[in-house]
């Protein structure tokens, strides 16, 4: 949550600040600011506004500099107002931060400056705490600072008398640094600057990087040097634009088939799955008696799909769990446990603090993350990325499937390894996963029916979801990405469920969206259909080509193993909440009071 960019070199910074802010615009939106050090007056200025990057973009138009620091901002601590936006000066000190300090409060009175802040954000608290311990060494005053921290914390701070220097410092929060000839950069996402360098690294934790324009030196708390693991970047930034398409997330949802592909065929060898370019060791997969599954949102929905294909496939009993709820409900986990989690970011706080729970209590961790070199891809054991590509939409869509494909292999090699499924039937598992690609495209190619579809419901308040078996799992992330970017309320109910209570709500003013395509659920599908439309809901029937029966069907999916159809479907229902959103007029990448990355417990 909330952006970070900073820059020092040799051109101007204000281009590059708010370049970067507005690619980091989808981790907040409510406000946004930098600080450049002005070389004439010789001090750190800020401009900052409520508001969106754009705004920020023309109330700038005079700033000078080569060095600076921005921050775009989802409101955690005080509301969204100038005031509260970053970065905040303090005395000499200006600063921006991501993450939250919990102790804000008891520093604050301890430093007795509650009527000299500006603002109500824990902050500003902290730039007022480091220039409180500043003398002449920014270092120094930065480590006594952070000591007395407790929290999460990212930050890119800049000193008066220090000029054309940053200083960056973190816990959690990710910093990502990278240099060109042109000067250096730090950003808490690579987005923001992967276009200047393809080699960068992640700050380590509680050391500081002091950066010049030709420099970067990172040392620990004692002083001592540390030696920055390089990464290099496999994402084409470039074409990281939205390439025609008005909005992020409908280029991401025609993308699918492409990275679905990616991701599955560099994992396919001789028809059967193959983790070893991963380095992901057949043996987490031998040696547990159970999975664990912890993710949230979307990327736990993913994890519902892998629950069906693993008890399926493996016999192997599988639990997902809601990362924020996971280690305060005393979960039953051994060493035989393999937890499993999942992220698009990687840096999601409620999972990755469920992951380090996990792992303290002798769990064996794998992760499925997207962001290369991500904290929660650091602090597992064994990681796979899926090949979904930067993903700037906030509703997740190119993430989740890439994350089921995963799954799907993960189902096929522990069956294959357990000898639940021989060469052969690996291969025919395999050879049917390879066919997912072909049947997205198939329903990305008839999208514009969806798109009527999707017309009948611009002035739905409220709606159902109803489906059974693997088709209830890919309904509540269909329900998700409907609420969270068009406004209407949805709840996915298992269809046999519904008359215990909610059928009560159907209405003919209630549209119910039925998705049947499991065959052996078919008429028990058909029957609770049938209940709802005696109701007088109108129902929208996404069906498989081979389930149609009387020409009762409002959308045909295509034909694959009723085992693989969680992919095709959630591609169809993806559409269906994307247009009614963009329908609707509203901004679809940047969906009210959500951020890309939550990274706030
Ligand atoms: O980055 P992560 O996958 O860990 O994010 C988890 C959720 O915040 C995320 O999936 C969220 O639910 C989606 N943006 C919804 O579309």
Redesign the pocket.
Known sequence: MCGIIGYTGYSEARGILLKGLKTLEYRGYDSAGVAVYHPDFKEVLVSKCEGRVEKLEMRTADVRGTAGIGHTRWATHGGVSDENSHPHKFGSVTLVHNGIIENYAAIKNQLGIARRLKSQTDSEVVAALIDNYYIDDPKEAIINAVKELSGTFGLGIMFDDVPNKLFAVRNVSPIICCQNEDGAYIASDIMAIGEYSEKYFVLPEFSIAEISADSIEITDFNGNAIEPEYLTLDWDIKNSGKCGYPFYMEKEIMEQPEVIEKTISSRIKNGAPDFTADNVDDSIFTDCDNVTVI?????MHAGLVGKHLIEKFCRIPVTVNMASEYMYNDPIINERTLVIC???????ID?LEALKYARRRGAKSLSIVNVKGSTIARESENVIYTNAGPEIA???TK?YTTQVAVFYLIAAKIAQLRELFDEERTAEFVGELSKIPAAVTDVLERRNDIHLLAKGMLTSEHTFMIGRGLDYSSLLEAS??LK?ISYIHSEAFASGELKHGTIALITDQTPVIALMTQSDLQSKQVSNIREVQSRGAVVLTFVKKSLVQHGECSFELPDMHDDFMAIPSIIALQLLAYYVSSDKGLDVDKPRN?A???TVE
């Open positions: 993710a949230c949102g979307t990327a999942v992220s698009q970011s990687g840096e999601t999972t906030v509703a997740s993430a998700l990405k969270e959500l890309k990355v939550v």
